[in-house]
């Protein structure tokens, strides 16, 4: 009887970690099983440009797989995620300031305050450029709203 009380313990916390990891995927862009399609988010600081990270230099955050091009890249990330996370969990901010989760080319960012925004395309990077301020603004009204909804149901 206990064996089987620890057998269904177990199911459990696996089904919770399972459910877990799928809530957080919804707050966060995941490409290819890792946050913002494997870029590194914490070169995009410090080189100024998207750099892909190795699975060498993996880190968890929010649930998700992030990776990084070194080592100090990613000791950086976990000593404190939030200075270097993308806002709107990865999506594309100009997407985001009409209220839908898009996905982001890793090479169309922009740092703005210290904070980094990712964008869909060109063209999204260039709607971005002309309104920095408004498209901010209008994309953190949104994610305050649709954070926690499955892109799929925007």
């Keep these: 009887m206990r064996i089987l009380k620890s057998l269904f313990l177990m199911a459990g916390l696996i089904a919770s970690f399972a459910t877990m990891a799928r809530a957080d995927q919804?707050?966060?862009y995941v490409?290819?099983?890792?946050?913002?399609?494997?870029?590194?988010?914490v070169a995009y600081f410090t080189e100024n440009k998207s750099v892909i990270g190795i699975a060498e230099f993996?880190?968890?955050?929010?649930?998700?797989?992030?990776?990084?091009?070194?080592?100090?890249n990613r000791d950086a990330f976990v000593?404190?995620?939030?200075?270097?996370?993308?806002?709107?969990?990865?999506?594309?901010?100009?997407?985001m300031?009409?209220?839908k989760?898009?996905?982001?080319d890793p090479a169309k960012f922009s740092i703005v305050g210290g904070k980094l925004y990712?964008?869909?395309s060109a063209g999204a990077q260039s709607m971005f450029q002309r309104d920095v301020a408004g498209t901010i603004a209008k994309a953190n009204t949104n994610w305050s709203t649709v954070e926690n909804i499955p892109a799929d149901k925007l």
């Design 26 to 28: 919804i707050s966060d």
């Design 58 to 72: 993996t880190a968890g955050w929010h649930g998700v797989a992030w990776r990084f091009a070194s080592a100090k």
């Design 101 to 104: 989760k898009v996905p982001i």
């Design 31 to 41: 490409k290819d099983g890792v946050a913002i399609g494997g870029a590194d988010p």
């Design 79 to 95: 000593a404190d995620p939030a200075r270097y996370a993308p806002q709107f969990g990865g999506f594309c901010a100009t997407g």
């Design 118 to 120: 990712l964008n869909n």
């Design 97 to 99: 300031s009409f209220g």
